[in-house]
T-cell receptor, first 109, second 117 residues
Framework: GIQVEQSPPDLILQEGANSTLRCNFSDSVNNLQWFHQNPWGQLINLFY???GTKQNGRLSATTVATERYSLLYISSSQTTDSGVYFC???????????FGKGTRLSVIA | ETGVTQTPRHLVMGMTNKKSLKCEQH?????MYWYKQSAKKPLELMFV???????ENNSVPSRFSPECPNSSHLFLHLHTLQPEDSALYLCASSQAPPLAGGYNEQFFGPGTRLTVL
């Protein structure tokens, strides 16, 4: 099956710093989602982005499907951005989401 | 996200108990999913229901039994669980049937944190 690799596995930032999280996948995909899991376990949808670029406030994402990667940018990070960021993809055909292992982000004041 | 709710939020049960997890979605979706998240492991898909029919069963032990009585509700019935089944159980929903070539965007509930003693 498809492999999803996220990097870095852990990231510590000072409040106000910017960061880039990466998601590589091993095969073509029709669907890619970025999620933020808060400390209580809730998965919050950030982007539904099988290709192209989207922005939502301080967050933006770019997926280059032909090169099999996606990037999540966080600018001016805040302590509330802390948590685990997951990338999940859906392969061509009717297959469900496959999740990466996540990037654990800690933003310190 | 209040579109998908799950109850209970926390559950502690013994290995001989029988319990059920409940999920309800208010988004007008017609596909629902159960995922398991164990410590330090990626989210694992357990079951998929599309238009109230089970379309995916990801080699889950029979001590987990899903039920989807209608497109808004999904249950996970638990019996004779093992301590290694302790995990966060997440429900999700999306539009269905899946688009040709892939599933639609999924939305998740807050999860039920299960501890099996």
């Amino acid at each position: 099956g498809i492999q999803v690799e996220q990097s870095p596995p852990d990231l510590i930032l000072q409040e106000g710093a910017n960061s880039t999280l990466r998601c590589n996948f091993s095969d073509s995909v029709n669907n890619l989602q970025w999620f933020h899991q808060n400390p209580w376990g809730q998965l919050i949808n950030l982007f539904y982005i099988p290709s192209g670029t989207k922005q939502n406030g301080r967050l933006s994402a770019t997926t280059v499907a032909t090169e099999r990667y996606s990037l999540l940018y966080i600018s001016s990070s805040q302590t509330t951005d802390s948590g685990v960021y997951f990338c999940a993809v859906c392969q061509s055909g009717n297959t469900p989401l496959v999740f990466g292992k996540g990037t654990r982000l800690s933003v310190i004041a | 996200e209040t579109g998908v709710t799950q109850t209970p939020r926390h559950l502690v049960m013994g290995m001989t108990n029988k319990k059920s997890l409940k999920c309800e979605q208010h988004l007008g979706h017609n596909a629902m999913y159960w995922y398991k998240q164990s410590a330090k492991k990626p989210l694992e898909l357990m079951f998929v229901y599309s238009l109230e029919e089970r379309v995916e069963n990801n080699s889950v032990p029979s001590r987990f039994s899903p039920e989807c009585p209608n497109s808004s509700h999904l249950f996970l019935h638990l019996h004779t669980l093992q301590p290694e089944d302790s995990a966060l159980y997440l429900c999700a929903s999306s539009q269905a049937p899946p688009l040709a070539g892939g599933y639609n965007e999924q939305f998740f509930g807050p999860g039920t944190r299960l501890t099996v003693l």
